[in-house]
């Protein structure tokens, strides 16, 4: 035990047990999502990619998630993001099992070219957090997939947390025109896969898909901890 777990000991987020911020039994609550959804229609899709039907001229190609977002997922992913306690995330990234990753290789087996493009927050939250969480996850996939991680999106714009809005239009309004490229050195062929820790609506994802697409990337994707 470390001298600051002497004074501060850790204790499971979820039910409060003694020894890391979640507990084997708590890990054992989590709900691997069994199947991926379309983006838009919300309907089964194999790998999570967008129906023909569904395809839209700036929207995105595919969308996976690993976990449902259950009330146990949400207090470790609350505790990461607002509480700024990087540790957790340590300790959580430790009790993903490896099969959990499997559909990854989807990926690997079409092709190269993939980037990760963790969703970017705006220079005063990064100040104040000292992290974004984005970052941590995609070092997480990286492990798996080996795909260069990218930073040619920004956030130029303070928006109201999404979590707090519960009208899609009234997210899809808050977060209009808040992202734009910068140092842009890749190639429009390049595939670009948006990585964050939860997906609900999609308004973010939608935004920055189109700041993407609207530059001439022909590909993106995006693949988060969670589905809520």
């Known amino acids: 035990m470390s001298f600051l777990e002497l004074f501060f ?23 691997p999502l069994t ?12 790998y999570g990619l967008t129906h023909f039907g569904c395809q839209k001229k700036l929207g995105l190609d595919g969308k996976m998630s690993i976990f449902y977002y259950n009330p146990v997922l949400k207090k470790i992913l609350k505790n990461i993001k ?33 980037f990760f493009q963790p969703i970017p927050i705006t220079k005063n939250k990064l100040k104040l957090r000292g992290f974004n ?31 707090e809005i519960k009208n899609y239009q009234t997210r899809k309004s808050n977060i209009k025109n808040a ?31 189109r700041t993407l697409k609207k530059a001439g990337f022909k590909k993106v994707y995006l693949l988060t901890l969670a589905q809520g």
């Open 82 to 114: 607002y509480r700024l306690v990087k540790e957790v995330w340590n300790d959580f990234s430790k009790s993903i099992k490896p099969e959990y990753l499997y559909k990854l290789d989807f990926y690997k087996k079409t092709g190269n070219n993939y």
């Open 179 to 209: 992202f734009q490229i910068k140092n842009n050195s890749l190639t429009l062929n390049s595939k670009i896969i948006l990585i964050d820790d939860l997906v609900t609506t999609g308004a973010t994802t939608n935004e920055v898909c």
């Open 9 to 31: 000991p850790k204790l499971c987020l979820n039910c409060g047990k003694l020894g890391n911020y979640f507990c084997p039994n708590c890990q054992k609550k989590l709900k």
């Open 35 to 46: 199947k991926d959804y379309c983006f838009y229609c919300q309907k089964p899709s194999l």
């Open 133 to 163: 969480q984005a970052y941590l996850i995609a070092n997480f996939f990286q492990k798996f997939l080996n795909f260069p991680i990218i930073d040619i999106l920004e956030k130029i714009k303070e928006t109201k947390p999404q979590a």
